[in-house]
């Protein structure tokens, strides 16, 4: 059974760091599109990141361009977050995702991803 478990949410200030990780198990995810999206409280989920099964290729929505950074180690089977200069906007659920589809045009929308974390979460206080 596949699982994937997110660490490393927290209660910080705005302007401090948080790296996020997503741990994945019951099988590999070196071939699968893996996403970062957030859920503030009162609000739809949302796309954050997204980075292809190379690492070669990443995407971010423009509220987090320039202060996050998605990266993933194949070997750990573990997607990673880097998130710099939060903001209290940025105050959600995180949950990371993996996708069964060998696509790329596809990696912001919800629909694409078949598994889901259950979620850790990032406040930022101002």
């Known amino acids: 059974q596949v699982h994937l478990v997110e660490s490393g949410g927290g209660l910080v200030q705005a302007g401090d760091s948080l790296r996020l990780s997503c741990a994945a198990s019951?099988?590999?995810?070196?071939?699968?599109?893996l996403g970062w999206f957030r859920q503030a409280p009162g609000k739809e989920r949302e796309f954050v990141a997204a980075i292809t099964w190379s690492g070669g290729d990443t995407d971010y929505a423009d509220s987090v361009k320039g202060r996050f950074t998605i990266s993933r180690d194949n070997a750990k089977n573990t997607l990673y977050l880097q998130m710099n200069s939060l903001e209290p906007g940025d105050t959600a659920v995180y949950f990371c995702a993996a996708s069964d589809v060998r696509s790329w045009y596809q990696r912001q929308l919800q629909r694409f991803y078949n598994y889901w974390g259950q979620g850790t979460q990032v406040t930022v206080s101002s």
């Open positions: 019951g099988r590999t995810f070196s071939n699968n599109v």
